[in-house]
């Protein structure tokens, strides 16, 4: 009987993925998102590349 390897295709295996925290990160597969956010009357903006966890995953996977 042959064995065959699986492979988690898990944003922790992935290439575009970036740990910040235990079990978290972000995914750089593509460029930072911008988020519009209210504070007070203000109005501010930021760009963040998406948060994911580990043991996400998606069709962009490409492995390290």
């Known amino acids: 009987m042959e ?19 235990s079990g978290e990160g972000e995914c750089r597969v593509r460029s930072p998102q911008a988020i519009v956010f209210k504070v007070d009357a203000g109005t501010q903006f930021e760009s963040r590349f998406p948060e994911t966890k580990a043991s996400d995953w998606c069709g962009e996977f490409s492995a390290k």
Do not use: I, N, Q
């Not at 699986?6 to 944003?11: D, I, V």
């Open 3 to 21: 064995s065959t390897a699986t492979h988690t295709k898990t944003c922790s295996a992935c290439a575009y993925w970036k740990e910040t925290t």
